[in-house]
C-alpha cells in the first residue's frame, strides 16, 4: 500500500519535474521545459505562504525524490445550488513516474489532497481527467458535468 505525505516547500522541484512527467504523457514528449526554473520558485513560495490555498500530497521515492504527485487548490466563487457557501477545490497535476505506476500511488496521493480539501471546508472538487485516469477519479465519486472548459490566454 502506498503512502503518501503532504508535500513541503522543498518538494516544489521535483513536483515540477512531475508535472512534465503529466504534460509528456498527456501531449506527447517534446514538450517545451523552459518553463520550469520559473516555476520552481513560485511554487516553493506559495506552498510556504498559502498553505490553505495550495496544497499537495507526494509519494516518496525509493532512494530519493518524487515517484508520485497529486496538486490542489482551494477557490471562493458565489455559492449556488450544491455549493451555498462558495468555497471549492481544483484538483491537478495528478502525475507517476512511468516505471513507478500501477502501485497505488495516484491513488494514495489523491485520497491525501481530497481529505485535505475536507479539513478546508471544500465541498465540492473539480478535475479535467485524461481517459486513462478517469477510471481511478470515477472509483472515488467523481463524476462528468455538462460544462464545457473555455480558456483566454491574457
Known amino acids: 500500500m502506498s503512502h503518501a505525505r503532504l508535500a513541503t516547500p522543498e518538494d516544489a522541484e521535483e513536483l515540477i519535474r512531475l508535472?512534465?512527467?503529466?504534460?509528456?504523457?498527456y501531449w506527447g514528449k517534446g514538450t517545451d521545459t523552459d518553463w520550469q526554473p520559473l516555476a520552481v520558485?513560485?511554487?516553493?513560495?506559495?506552498?510556504?505562504?498559502?498553505?490553505?490555498?495550495?496544497?499537495?500530497?507526494?509519494v516518496d521515492?525509493?532512494?530519493g525524490?518524487?515517484?508520485?504527485?497529486?496538486?490542489?487548490?482551494?477557490?471562493y466563487r458565489i455559492g449556488g445550488p450544491g455549493n451555498p457557501h462558495g468555497v471549492g477545490g481544483y484538483l491537478f497535476s495528478v502525475a507517476t513516474d512511468p516505471d513507478m505506476r500501477r502501485r497505488?500511488?495516484?491513488?494514495?496521493?489523491v485520497e491525501g489532497l481530497l481529505g485535505w480539501f475536507r479539513e478546508r471546508g471544500?465541498?465540492?472538487?473539480?478535475?479535467?481527467?485524461s481517459p486513462e485516469a478517469e477510471p481511478l477519479y470515477a472509483s472515488l465519486g467523481f463524476v462528468?458535468?455538462?460544462?464545457?472548459?473555455?480558456?483566454?490566454?491574457?
Open 19 to 25: 508535472r512534465q512527467v503529466m504534460l509528456d504523457s
Open 144 to 154: 462528468r458535468t455538462p460544462d464545457p472548459a473555455m480558456r483566454l490566454v491574457l
Open 61 to 63: 521515492r525509493p532512494g
Open 41 to 58: 520558485p513560485t511554487l516553493r513560495a506559495r506552498l510556504a505562504e498559502r498553505p490553505d490555498e495550495l496544497g499537495a500530497y507526494v
Open 122 to 129: 471544500v465541498s465540492q472538487v473539480n478535475l479535467r481527467a
Open 65 to 75: 525524490g518524487l515517484a508520485a504527485c497529486a496538486i490542489g487548490s482551494v477557490g
Open 104 to 109: 497505488g500511488h495516484s491513488r494514495a496521493c
